[in-house]
Structures are given as C-alpha cells and as structure tokens.
C-alpha cells in the first residue's frame, strides 16, 4: 500500500473523487439548507464545500507529478487528451479556491450574525453548483487518455493549440 500511495498517478485517482463527488453532494446540502433553514446542515454543508474546494490542490498537484509517468503509457491520442486535461485543470483551478475563499467566509461571517449567514451561503452555493460542473469539464478527458473506448471524439485541437503556447 505504501508503494502505490508514493505514486504521484495513484494518489491523483485517489483524491480526484473528493473533487467530482464529494464537491456536487456538498453543493445539493448546501443549496437543500438554504430551504430547509436548519444552521447545523448550512455549516456542515460549507464545511463540506470549502473542503472539496480546497481538495483540488492536492489533486492538481499530484496530476503534474504523475505527468510524465503517465505520458510514457499513453498512445498520441491519450498524450493529447492528457494535456487537454492538464490545461483545463490548472486553467480551472483559481474557481475551486474561490469556492472555498468563499464558502469559509460564510462560515466565519455566519458564526458571527447568524441571521446573516443564509443570505450569505447563496454566493457559496453558486459557486459551489458551478465548481461541480467544471469538475465534471476537466475530468471528461481524463477517462480517454488510457481509454481507447471511450473516445468517441477526437480531442479539442483549438485546446491543444492554445497548450502549445502556454507551455
């Protein structure tokens, strides 16, 4: 277990799912507390949320270590669904930090005015509905990078080509 746990590949796979999983469950609480008006599901829910959020770091982070390792197993389409993936993921990032950014100010803004804090939690929740859907976006490559049966299109050249000029 420790050996697979040091693969930067493995470790990606295995926090990815916080990310487009645990991000849209927490975003449907969040949204079912602002009509059910119950504080402890609203906090948990935004804790939830900044959590999620904040899991795209690591999953980003062990995505560019794995990069390499993963490049040599793919054939020329997988390369090229693997750096559509990449661009998205770190072109993306930046809202999954705002989501959390967000999500812990209304925890903190919501423990002090409590009133306030539903009023507050509808910017996290946006966001959070937002983030979830992104999610989905940047993982949609990633399935076809070793996958050869699910590539029922050719990957994005327009995506590819704003790549080459980044890296």
């Known amino acids: 277990m420790l050996e697979l746990v040091s693969q930067p590949e493995y470790v990606h796979v295995l926090t990815n799912p916080v990310v487009t999983h645990?991000?849209?469950?927490a975003a449907v609480l969040l949204v079912a507390s602002l009509f059910l008006r119950g504080?402890?599901?609203?906090?948990?829910?935004?804790l939830l949320v900044t959590v999620a959020s904040l899991s795209v770091w690591?999953?980003?982070?062990?995505?560019?270590?794995?990069?390499?390792?993963?490049?040599?197993?793919?054939?020329?389409?997988?390369?090229d669904w693997l750096e559509v993936h990449m661009q998205r993921a770190e072109l993306w990032a930046p809202l999954f930090y705002a989501t959390a950014g967000i999500s812990l100010l209304a925890l903190s803004v919501g423990a002090k005015w409590p009133n306030l804090a539903k009023r507050?939690?509808?910017?996290?929740?946006?966001l959070a509905?937002?983030?979830?859907?992104?999610?989905?976006?940047?993982?949609?490559?990633?399935?076809?990078?070793?996958?050869?049966e699910f590539r029922t299109t050719e990957p994005?050249?327009?995506?590819?080509?704003?790549?080459?000029?980044?890296?």
Do not use: C, M, W
Not at 22 to 25: A, G, K, S, T
Not at 120 to 126: E, M, N, Y
């Open 22 to 25: 645990l991000l849209p469950v």
């Open 39 to 46: 504080r402890i599901l609203l906090v948990t829910s935004l």
């Open 129 to 148: 509905i937002v983030a979830s859907g992104v999610a989905g976006y940047i993982a949609y490559p990633a399935g076809k990078i070793r996958h050869e």
């Open 156 to 167: 994005p050249r327009e995506e590819l080509h704003e790549n080459e000029h980044t890296h």
């Open 120 to 126: 507050i939690a509808f910017a996290p929740a946006v």
């Open 58 to 79: 690591p999953v980003v982070r062990f995505g560019q270590q794995a990069h390499e390792e993963v490049d040599a197993l793919a054939d020329s389409t997988g390369r």
